[in-house]
């Protein structure tokens, strides 16, 4: 029996467009929040994982909620909306419709929950509202922008009102239903990107890429003021509402959020977020009591007007594919890396995370191992980098490899790196022995028994290659045949077994001293290459996670017994696996994502 215990928090992986990447449901104490392909619900006070929707191939614009349901609509590039349950671990299609021929950039639904209106990029259209239940029309007429509408809204109070903002540099407002064109507001001189009604109903709000907010009259759309002069130094990407609709918060890509107070137009308060580009504030939104933004590195910020000099909390975590992961001794914390560089530390029993600071690699991470108080990793950059664990931080020395880095492992001094030339032993941060080989290592593993030190490294040459080492040379022992490339090996806690996978879907262990195969049975019900395999302590099991995105637990005690965990990282091949304990398995994936998992048999 498998069945999952918690998935970790992801950063969000966005882009500086012009959509809306954070909604809210009060009365359930949600937010829904932008992945790539997919969205993650979590709970709105403490942002702790409740699940994902990941059902698409491809980045998607925005998540809403509607006001009071379990329900949640998703578009796409595409035209299409899914609307979706949000209660159920399965994530139940309610419907699908097609509303628009092109991208959806925003959705609005009217206060009964009932009807929907989408705005964006369409052929013949820019905007249409329609039925949730049945997908059927809501008479209007939605003229009146000649661009691309970015952001809509719909007032919440009678009587009802349709506001829009659109690429044209306008907003527009309609009177309905049936919806008919009123007016279009010419005030702002760029890309109007967020349009929001108060929860009252009395004042919507227009941000735009000219660092200007509008204030509007909700009933009639007569202007009442501007805030600031201008509100930003930089395009704004959102506007929310107070819940008693006397402050707006605004998101910019100048670095900052700020709260105004609506009736005096003055500043409340302003967050400065950073200096570089990754701090740009890309959406922010203003559920209950929370005060939350993102930044463009796809953290969500927990900003308090109170104490504005920096977020009471962050949210952190990957927002690429993770390729490695490694458990520290004492097993309290996890270290991951991503394609992109970095390093995320994790708190095992709180899945808290913390980003590792410092000049790393700035490109793909191939291999991970602690040693003691030391992380090493390497990269696409030809070169092993040392973190120290109690700083949070890399410590500024790089070690040479004169060729690309495919594994590595710790060793009682020091590392073990598999480069594709050669086998190179680090201990602290100097080079001690670089052992060349007439094959491309992908894999290696380290057993100290005794005086001796045997070495397991898998070759894309379809081979193990086990050497003795004594601490200056690699002497060759045995090769083990495989049927493809061998991407993972390990070696039993109990020092009993070493256990290899490999591109031909085969998980093979091997008995120690001579190395005989020891499962009867074939293990082999993978689809596509296994990426990694892994021990229980006890020695009871083996994990091994694939591109099918599928992880197989095997038993070493019946051998033809084993479970499978069809789609353990939707649409991502699982990258990296950990055992915490006998019962509890950790995964990675390419979905940026860390789960894990209770295991028995």
Avoid at 20 to 26: K, M, P
Avoid at 550 to 566: D, P
Wanted: aromatic share 10%; hydrophobic share 35%; proline share 4%.
């Amino acid at each position: 029996m498998v069945s999952i215990t918690k998935p970790w928090y992801m950063a969000l992986k966005l882009h500086r467009v012009p959509s809306v990447l954070l909604e809210a449901q009060l009365q359930q104490r949600r937010i829904l929040s932008l992945f790539s392909t997919g969205y993650r619900i979590s709970e709105l006070h403490a942002c702790n994982f409740q699940g994902v929707y990941r059902d698409y191939t491809e980045p998607l614009p925005m998540p809403v909620f509607p006001t009071s349901s379990h329900i949640a609509s998703l578009p796409n590039n595409h035209g299409k909306i899914r609307i979706w349950d949000t209660v159920n671990p399965e994530h139940i299609l309610k419907a699908e419709y097609q509303p628009l021929g092109g991208c959806i950039r925003d959705i609005a639904w009217s206060h009964d929950s009932q009807r929907i209106v989408v705005a964006g990029d369409g052929n013949e259209k820019y905007a249409h509202a329609f039925m949730m239940d049945s997908g059927a029309s809501v008479k209007g007429d939605f003229s009146g922008h000649s661009k691309c509408i970015n952001s809509v809204d719909w007032k919440g109070t009678r009587p009802f009102r349709i506001i829009t903002g659109s690429e044209d540099n306008s907003s527009a407002f309609y009177e309905g239903p049936p919806f008919v064109f009123k007016c279009t507001k010419q005030d702002h001189t760029k890309y109007v990107q967020s349009v929001r009604y108060a929860p009252d109903g009395t004042k919507y709000a227009t941000g735009g890429f000219d660092g200007k907010i509008f204030v509007y009259e909700g009933k009639d759309g007569s202007l009442i003021k501007e805030l600031g002069s201008p509100a930003h130094k930089g395009g704004i990407y959102a506007v929310s509402w107070s819940p008693d609709s006397k402050q707006l918060l605004s998101a910019s890509g100048d670095k900052s959020c700020k709260v105004w107070d609506v009736e005096t137009g003055n500043m409340a308060a302003d967050f400065v977020m950073g200096k570089e580009i990754e701090d740009q504030q890309v959406s922010c939104i203003w559920a209950g009591k929370h005060l939350i933004s993102v930044g463009l590195n796809g953290f969500l910020n927990y900003l308090d007007p109170a104490n504005p000099g920096k977020p009471s909390k962050v949210i952190k975590g990957h927002n690429k594919p993770i390729t490695r992961a490694a458990l520290t001794a004492d097993k309290c914390q996890l270290y991951s890396t991503a394609v992109d560089g970095t390093v995320i530390v994790w708190d095992i029993k709180t899945g808290s995370n913390d980003r590792i600071s410092g000049k790393g690699h700035g490109n793909q991470v191939t291999g991970l191992a602690i040693h003691d108080k030391t992380v090493y990793t390497c990269g696409i950059d030809d070169s092993v980098k040392l973190i120290d664990s109690v700083e949070g931080a890399y410590n500024g020395k790089s070690i040479s490899l004169g060729t690309q880095p495919r594994h590595m492992v710790s060793t009682e001094d020091g590392v073990i790196v598999v480069t594709l030339k050669e086998i190179v032993v680090i201990s602290g941060d100097q080079k001690t022995v670089g052992f060349p080989v007439d094959y491309e290592p992908m894999s290696v593993a380290v057993l100290k028994a005794g005086s001796s030190t045997e070495v397991a490294v898998g070759g894309a040459d379809n081979k193990v290659h086990i050497y003795n080492f004594n601490g200056e040379t690699f002497t060759e022992k045995k090769v083990l045949d495989h049927g493809g490339g061998v991407t993972d090996v390990s070696y039993s806690p109990d020092a009993r077994y070493l256990v290899a996978c490999d591109t031909y879907r085969k998980v093979i262990v091997y008995t120690l001293p001579d190395y005989a195969k020891f499962n009867k049975v074939e293990w082999g019900f993978h689809n596509a290459r296994i990426n990694s395999v892994a021990w229980s302590p006890d020695c009871s099991m083996v994990a091994s996670g694939s591109l099918d995105t599928m992880i197989i637990i095997w038993s070493m005690k019946e051998h033809s017994k084993h479970i499978i965990i069809k789609k353990s990282h939707p649409q991502s091949q699982v990258t990296a696996l950990s055992w915490l304990d006998d019962g509890k398995l950790i995964s990675t994936g390419h979905d940026g994502l860390v789960k894990t998992w209770s295991v028995k048999f």
